[in-house]
């Protein structure tokens, strides 16, 4: 089946009811749409703030941050402008937060608050399937924030314990809820580019955001307040270092999976979506020098350019990921003075023509201009989210109540979470890679298997559900 024939036919299954029987989405901890959701957070000072901030309608019951005492950049400090006052968009959740029961440690939380209903997990990359894993075992809804996990066989062992436990679950890669996400998906299904064999993709990230390509800096004293040992969670221990924490972790390759893994989740979820990839069969990855030599690289590179290659129900797909302000080439046929959105987005390649878009899914067009008369007929497919973007977390919500269908469950997004880690595994592996997704396995380099998982410092394994 060409490519066209396989999206106007997937385009036609997709379509789905907004609202769908309780007893579907219904199952542990459910609750009725009357019920105010018990909520807890996990890392809620930073991109965590911005998730709770979402959620001041429900009740904030307990919350867990390793940051709680910190003097020089306390989960308060980061709610307040200079002066000390709560920014507008956080004083309910400074509110909220006065009221809630507060944790340094998310396992003891969760031991001794058995009324949460629901929780938010927004830690660094390398703790999130542990927290998950311990909050869906005991029966609680999850919104955990992109990318899914650290490694392949983490989200595999989500996948599996979402579809085990029935509990509601979201990934924090909003654009998926975005109108204009996902009438991108709806322009690509309809067949309108004609076949489709390549997808560019990009991101400016790191530059700017966070540090890569660098080695070991000196270690220093642990802030004041801050619970070292805990944030290190199942990392191997070390002393505490400048450019980790709070932010800056995401480009150490113990703590982050760097930019692939932060910005793929809202640029690479378009095509694996709408094309409905699967798993790559081949994936390569070419870079710039590691942060420290081969082995003992404690950063990752500062910028890559990886190469996947699906052969899926509509032929084979080449789609490229370039990073570090890297940029595909400018398409052909493109008018005078065109440029991409430097920040991020991504460009199907079709035998009609391209379509542009930016990260999230936002500004979605089609080049020649002709494809735009004929895009205004494709009809709406997808059901829209209530708030868009601005509603991922009310939709997590709305859904643990039975009145919405989920945007992004861990059936989907754990595996467009391995599709992003294999080109990390690839990084690592420094050589293509044939990858069998049924088995995971590496086929033409056993070897490089070892980066599908981890080690797990003593106390932290993975739990089994």
């Excluded at 965590?48 to 941050?65: E, F, K, R, V, Y």
């Excluded at 920014?87 to 909220?96: C, D, F, G, M």
């Excluded at 309108?192 to 790191?206: A, K, M, S, Y």
Aim: with cysteine; proline share 8%.
């Amino acid at each position: 089946m060409k490519r066209r024939t396989f999206v106007r036919t997937a385009a036609a299954a997709s379509v789905a009811p907004l609202i769908v029987p309780r007893h579907v989405l219904g199952g542990p901890g459910f609750l009725a749409p009357s019920d105010t959701v018990n909520i807890a957070g996990i890392g809620v000072g930073g991109m965590g703030a911005s998730n709770m901030a979402a959620l001041t309608n429900q009740h904030i019951a307990a919350i867990a941050d390793v940051d709680f005492g910190y003097v020089d950049g306390s989960v308060e400090g980061r709610l307040q402008d200079r002066d000390g006052n709560p920014r507008p968009a956080y004083a309910a959740l400074q509110e909220a937060y006065a009221k809630a029961k507060r944790y340094a440690d998310f396992r003891e939380m969760l031991d001794t608050e058995p009324d949460i209903d629901a929780v938010v997990i927004a830690t660094p990359d390398h703790v999130h399937a542990i927290a998950a894993l311990e909050a869906m075992g005991r029966g609680k809804h999850v919104y955990v924030q992109k990318p899914l996990t650290y490694s392949v066989e983490e989200a595999h062992a989500l996948k599996a314990a979402a579809a085990k436990t029935g509990v509601v679950t979201q990934m924090g890669n909003q654009g998926h809820s975005g109108d204009e996400g996902r009438r991108l998906v709806e322009l690509v299904r309809s067949g309108i580019l004609g076949e489709i064999r390549e997808v560019q993709t990009w991101t400016d990230r790191p530059a700017g955001w966070w540090p890569q390509g660098i080695g070991l800096p000196e270690p220093e004293p642990v802030p004041e307040g801050v619970h070292w040992d805990l944030w290190l969670g199942p990392a191997a221990e070390r002393p505490f270092y400048p450019y980790t924490h709070p932010f800056a972790w995401r480009g150490w390759v113990d703590f982050g999976v760097g930019a692939l893994g932060d910005m793929g989740a809202h640029i690479l979820d378009f095509p694996v979506w709408a094309l409905r990839l699967g798993q790559p069969t081949r994936v390569q990855t070419r870079h710039t020098p590691w942060g420290g030599e081969a082995e003992a690289a404690v950063t990752y590179p500062l910028g890559s350019i990886t190469t996947y290659t699906f052969d899926g129900l509509g032929g084979p797909l080449k789609l490229t990921w370039f990073d570090g302000g890297l940029m595909p080439p400018t398409p052909e046929g493109a008018p005078e003075g065109f440029a991409f959105n430097t920040d991020g987005g991504g460009i199907f390649v079709g035998e009609r023509g391209v379509l542009v878009y930016d990260t999230y899914g936002r500004n979605p067009r089609l080049l020649p201009a002709s494809l735009e008369a004929e895009a205004a007929s494709v009809p709406t497919s997808l059901p829209r989210i209530e708030g868009g973007m601005d509603g991922h977390e009310q939709n997590w919500v709305r859904a643990i109540r039975g009145e919405e269908v989920i945007s992004c469950p861990f059936e989907y997004a754990a595996d467009l979470t391995e599709t992003m880690l294999l080109g990390i595994v690839a990084m690592h592996a420094g050589q293509p890679l044939t990858y069998d997704a049924a088995s995971m396995s590496i086929p033409n380099a056993p070897d490089a298997e070892r980066w599908l998982r981890r080690t797990y410092r003593d106390g932290w394994a993975l739990p089994t559900i």
